[in-house]
């Protein structure tokens, strides 16, 4: 078992970014910190709830983060990097369509609940369709120079909630350092995710993740940046994709209309109900930007990968 510098568990967590927030820790740059981070309903949902506790959540209380850490040196300016080293082993996870949240929010009105059981190292979306694991971490970031309390919710320049599912194992983030200490969070990881996160969740699954911190001096940053080791999905790319796209002349209605076309390619393929197809796209489904350059329609396409079909 991997001995890591130092611990943050699972109930030293806070809802929101905000720079008078004691630190839960303090370490010296270089020191490793493996982090237990709660799912990010905050311990409300369970492998048995339902639908209908989707549509009880509590909003005050999800999305919890981890810390904050208190990076010795990190000065305002300065730039915090934070690999990613390694997660703990996973349990069971949910994916959930929110009523109001979500790409196509006024389309999709009902709650709706997939839970996993992830303990086998495999998350089965149904018969003969199975999402590869690749866990990551959904919120990660520092505290913003603003005072007063943040909404985790949304990106910020501090990092936040930027659900960026290459951020696995080897990844490599840099965040802009706004107040002394960095005062680093993390939480709301996941099993598996693809690029957009449309329905509004991942597989949303707790679990431990392992970081390194440095500190570098003389390198300023106005919102995050990350290196990734090597190709960002092979673990998709074997047998190629099933892509449909959009256009529109704003980007968020060309991506609605690229997954709303995928929705109807997976409900007539596979059998799968509109509120399930809308869920594995949530999962899987990677949205791109391919054109934004020929006024007055841009074009968004979004990539089945069909290696989760068995």
């Given at each position: 078992?991997?001995?890591?510098?130092?611990?943050?568990?699972?109930?030293?967590?806070?809802?929101?970014?905000?720079?008078?927030?004691?630190?839960?820790?303090?370490?010296?740059?270089?020191?490793?910190?493996?982090?237990?981070?709660?799912?990010?309903?905050?311990?409300?949902?369970?492998?048995?709830?339902?639908?209908?506790?989707?549509?009880?959540?509590?909003?005050?209380?999800?999305?919890?983060?981890?810390?904050?850490?208190?990076?010795?040196?990190?000065?305002?300016?300065?730039?915090?990097?934070?690999?990613?080293?390694?997660?703990?082993?996973?349990?069971?996870?949910?994916?959930?369509?929110?009523?109001?949240?979500?790409?196509?929010?006024?389309?999709?009105?009902?709650?709706?609940?997939?839970?996993?059981?992830?303990?086998?190292?495999?998350?089965?979306?149904?018969?003969?369709?199975?999402?590869?694991?690749?866990?990551?971490?959904?919120?990660?970031?520092?505290?913003?120079?603003?005072?007063?309390?943040?909404?985790?919710?949304?990106?910020?320049?501090?990092?936040?909630?930027?659900?960026?599912?290459?951020?696995?194992?080897?990844?490599?983030?840099?965040?802009?350092?706004?107040v002394e200490g960095a005062l680093f969070s993390v939480g709301d990881t996941h099993a598996a995710q693809g690029d957009g996160e449309v329905c509004g969740t991942a597989i949303e699954a707790g679990m431990s993740i392992a970081l390194r911190f440095q500190v570098h001096k003389g390198r300023s940053l106005a919102e995050p940046q990350y290196i990734i080791p090597g190709p960002p999905q092979p673990e998709s790319d074997e047998r190629g994709y099933y892509v449909t796209?959009?256009?529109?002349?704003?980007?968020?209605?060309?991506?609605?209309?690229?997954?709303?076309?995928?929705?109807?390619?997976?409900?007539?393929?596979?059998?799968?109900?509109?509120?399930?197809?809308?869920?594995?796209?949530?999962?899987?489904?990677?949205?791109?930007?391919?054109?934004?350059?020929?006024?007055?329609?841009?074009?968004?396409?979004?990539?089945?990968?069909?290696?989760?079909?068995?």
């Amino acid at each position: 078992m991997t001995h890591y510098d130092h611990t943050i568990h699972r109930h030293q967590h806070h809802f929101g970014w905000d720079n008078a927030l004691p630190p839960a820790l303090e370490i010296d740059p270089g020191k490793t910190v493996e982090f237990e981070v709660p799912d990010s309903s905050g311990g409300q949902l369970s492998l048995h709830a339902t639908a209908d506790d989707v549509g009880k959540l509590d909003f005050d209380h999800v999305n919890p983060v981890c810390g904050p850490v208190y990076v010795k040196g990190a000065q305002p300016g300065d730039v915090l990097e934070v690999e990613v080293l390694d997660f703990g082993p996973l349990s069971w996870g949910w994916t959930g369509i929110i009523p109001g949240f979500g790409l196509l929010a006024d389309e999709f009105k009902e709650p709706y609940l997939k839970t996993w059981d992830l303990s086998k190292g495999k998350a089965e979306f149904a018969p003969g369709i199975e999402v590869p694991i690749k866990p990551f971490p959904g919120t990660i970031g520092v505290a913003l120079p603003e005072p007063g309390l943040h909404s985790v919710v949304p990106p910020r320049k501090n990092g936040g909630n930027m659900d960026i599912r290459h951020l696995s194992r080897g990844a490599r983030l840099f965040l802009p350092v706004w107040v002394e200490g960095a005062l680093f969070s993390v939480g709301d990881t996941h099993a598996a995710q693809g690029d957009g996160e449309v329905c509004g969740t991942a597989i949303e699954a707790g679990m431990s993740i392992a970081l390194r911190f440095q500190v570098h001096k003389g390198r300023s940053l106005a919102e995050p940046q990350y290196i990734i080791p090597g190709p960002p999905q092979p673990e998709s790319d074997e047998r190629g994709y099933y892509v449909t796209t959009g256009f529109a002349p704003d980007l968020m209605e060309a991506a609605r209309k690229a997954i709303r076309f995928q929705i109807e390619h997976l409900t007539s393929e596979y059998g799968l109900t509109d509120a399930q197809a809308y869920a594995l796209c949530s999962v899987a489904v990677d949205l791109r930007i391919s054109e934004v350059v020929d006024a007055p329609n841009w074009l968004v396409s979004a990539f089945l990968p069909q290696a989760i079909f068995k």
